[in-house]
Structures are given as C-alpha cells and as structure tokens.
C-alpha cells in the first residue's frame, strides 16, 4: 500500500499568534515501514508569509512542501 508523502517543512501557529517552523526528515526502516523525526527551528515569526519566505531562502523550499497546522 503506497503511503502519503509527508512534507518536510510544518509551520505551527502558537496560541500567542506567532508562528513557528519544524523540519520533517523521513527515512525507511528495514521493513520500508516510514520513521518520521521532527527538529523546531529556532526563532519565532510574525506572520505565516514571513515564515514562508524564511523557508524559502535559506532551505530552498517550494510552495508544495510546506504543510501548516
């Protein structure tokens, strides 16, 4: 059974109304079974478009990747 992709970057709103950034990796166990870690980036962000744009420039990610909870 094929599994959905996960994408590598997650913007997280705060309940204080900023917003914060993970980074997903996913990797295959021995039996293709998918383990996922999840690293926070250091630094808080006023707006999800600034967020974004800090993905953008320094981790070169496309608009596709970034997935917001």
């Known amino acids: 059974m094929p599994?959905?992709?996960?994408?590598p970057y997650l913007l997280i709103r705060e309940p204080e109304g900023h917003y914060s950034v993970t980074v997903r990796t996913t990797r295959l166990n021995s039996q293709g079974y998918p383990l996922i870690s999840s690293t926070p980036l250091e630094g808080i962000f006023r707006t999800a478009t600034a967020a974004r744009a800090h993905l953008r420039e320094h981790f070169g990610a496309e608009a596709a990747e970034i997935a917001t909870k």
């Open 3 to 7: 599994r959905a992709a996960v994408r």
